[in-house]
């Protein structure tokens, strides 16, 4: 099936500095990538998405960014808070079904 | 966006028995719904897929007569964990994804803790 490898597994930032996820995938076929974050014991929240026809998606903080060819995307978190600490996974969608990352562990220190 | 609802949103069980998550879609037609199993500090992986009126698809490695998956109606899905054991200990999310407009996102539940004495 479709694997999806994240990096890295842990993040820790210092508050107002930036912070990238990767997420790297196989199958070409894949067209809908979205990110989640995630708090303790809650429901995945999605955060953006992006389609296989854009190469780039800002909403505020948060940008994505895609790259087909390579097969990889990114989450890009501008000044850092600390109420962005939370694990984050990407996932990305084919053929209706959705497959997550392992997820990133983000810790933003005031 | 649309909700979800998924109840208990915890259950506490015997080694044995059976438990029952239900799934709803509450402001939308749900089409596909997806219930997804979480352990801690790890991924969340997809169990099974169902369309409305269809028997579901169950991901490799999941066994299906011990995950009963029911999707009668296009606003409710129910997962039984059947003769359920303390390894099923694990976080049960499901979601719901619509026709039409919302046809890339899935709408997630809050979740059903389960813990398996």
């Known amino acids: 099936g479709e694997n999806v490898e994240q990096h890295p597994s842990t993040l820790s930032v210092q508050e107002g500095d930036s912070a990238v996820i990767k997420c790297t995938y196989s199958?070409?076929?894949?067209?809908?990538f979205p990110w989640y974050k995630q708090e303790l014991g809650k429901r995945p929240q999605l955060i953006i998405d992006i389609r296989s026809n854009v190469g780039e998606k800002k909403d505020q903080r948060i940008a994505v960014t895609l790259n087909k060819t390579a097969k990889h995307f990114s989450l890009h978190i501008t000044e850092t808070q600390p109420e962005d600490s939370a694990v984050y996974f990407c996932?990305?969608?084919?053929?209706?079904?959705?497959?997550f990352g392992t997820g990133t562990r983000l810790l933003v220190s005031p | 966006g649309a909700v979800v609802s998924q109840h208990p949103s915890w259950v506490i069980c015997k080694s044995g028995t059976s438990v029952k998550i239900e799934c709803r879609s509450l402001?939308?037609?749900?089409?596909?719904m997806f219930w997804y199993r979480q352990f801690p500090k790890q991924s969340l992986m997809l169990m099974a897929t169902?369309?409305?009126?269809?028997?579901?698809?169950?991901e490799q490695g999941v066994e299906k007569d011990k995950f009963l998956i029911n999707h009668a109606s296009l606003t409710l899905s129910t997962l039984t964990v059947t003769s359920a054991h303390p390894e099923d200990s694990s976080f049960y999310i499901c979601?719901?994804?619509?026709?039409?407009?919302?046809?890339?996102?899935?709408?997630f539940g809050p979740g059903t803790r389960l813990t398996v004495l």
């Open positions: 979601s719901a994804r619509g026709r039409g407009g919302w046809n890339y996102e899935q709408f």
């Open positions: 402001d939308f037609q749900a089409t596909t």
């Open positions: 199958d070409s076929a894949s067209n809908y």
């Open positions: 169902s369309n409305e009126g269809s028997k579901a698809t169950y």
């Open positions: 996932a990305l969608r084919g053929f209706q079904k959705l497959v």
